[in-house]
């Protein structure tokens, strides 16, 4: 949160996948000017029963188009969520929306992780979360190498039934998304580990990545 912070400035501040607020919310109590865009309305109205969400600007829409007015100093998108863009090209069409709303020394702010091929075996992975004695908690997924797609199931077991929760995704390189900013007229800035600016190595597992506009 401090990192946002201090990128953003005096703001304002647009969010891509803005979702129940985790992050908007505490930049908007420092007093920053927060917008979002999400295409889940009951994630929104979520963000909207909580305290201070009302203030909040969000557009329901796809986060590709970054279909919003205004330019802004500051431009994120954290948890994994650029990777919901389930194709190359509506990632990159992420950027190109982005670079059209930054101020001229605004900054994109990436955080994601970096793709691990040694977590599947032969295109699959099943994991269990936690075993309980009335409970379990299970994450069996599917590895689409060609395409660099996952699909997978969280999926709870409890004595009242199953839940599942879907997860769909598109991962990406941190060189891929150097070029998707390159063709977007960006550039990377800076890249740490995480938040805490750890310098970010072959062995980091995430990333936080700055774009800027390509000088």
Same mark, same amino acid.
């Given at each position: 949160?401090?990192f946002?912070a201090q +990128?953003a400035g005096p703001g304002?501040?647009?969010?891509l996948?803005?979702?129940?607020?985790?992050?908007a919310?505490?930049? $908007?109590e420092r007093?920053? @000017?927060?917008h979002g865009?999400?295409?889940? =309305? =009951?994630m929104?109205s979520?963000l909207?029963?909580?305290p201070?969400?009302?203030?909040?600007q969000?557009?329901?829409?796809?986060?590709?188009?970054?279909g919003?007015?205004?330019?802004f100093?500051?431009v994120?998108?954290?948890? %994994?969520?650029?990777?919901?863009?389930l194709?190359?090209e %509506?990632q990159?069409?992420?950027?190109?929306?982005v670079?059209?709303?930054?101020? =001229?020394?605004?900054?994109?702010v990436?955080q994601?992780?970096?793709?691990?091929?040694a977590?599947?075996?032969?295109?699959q992975r099943?994991q269990?979360?936690s075993? @309980?004695?009335?409970?379990?908690?299970?994450?069996a997924?599917i590895?689409d190498?060609?395409n660099q797609?996952i699909d997978a199931?969280?999926?709870q077991?409890?004595? =009242?039934?199953?839940?599942m929760?879907p +997860?769909?995704?598109?991962y990406?390189?941190p060189?891929?998304?150097?070029?998707?900013a390159?063709?977007?007229?960006?550039q990377?800035?800076?890249?740490?580990?995480g938040?805490?600016?750890?310098?970010?190595?072959?062995?980091s597992t995430?990333?936080?990545?700055?774009?800027e506009? $390509?000088?």
């Amino acid at each position: 949160m401090e990192f946002l912070a201090q +990128v953003a400035g005096p703001g304002p501040v647009l969010e891509l996948g803005i979702g129940t607020g985790r992050i908007a919310l505490p930049l $908007a109590e420092r007093g920053l @000017e927060v917008h979002g865009i999400d295409a889940s =309305e =009951e994630m929104v109205s979520k963000l909207r029963a909580k305290p201070g969400g009302d203030a909040i600007q969000v557009t329901i829409g796809d986060f590709a188009d970054v279909g919003v007015q205004g330019a802004f100093p500051l431009v994120f998108v954290v948890f %994994n969520t650029l990777f919901a863009l389930l194709t190359q090209e %509506n990632q990159l069409r992420c950027f190109q929306g982005v670079a059209q709303h930054l101020t =001229e020394d605004g900054v994109f702010v990436v955080q994601a992780f970096v793709p691990d091929l040694a977590r599947f075996d032969r295109g699959q992975r099943v994991q269990a979360f936690s075993i @309980e004695v009335d409970s379990v908690r299970i994450d069996a997924s599917i590895h689409d190498l060609a395409n660099q797609r996952i699909d997978a199931q969280l999926i709870q077991v409890t004595g =009242e039934g199953v839940r599942m929760f879907p +997860v769909q995704l598109r991962y990406a390189w941190p060189s891929e998304l150097d070029l998707m900013a390159r063709l977007a007229g960006l550039q990377l800035r800076e890249r740490w580990s995480g938040w805490d600016r750890a310098p970010f190595t072959s062995a980091s597992t995430s990333h936080v990545s700055l774009y800027e506009r $390509a000088r």
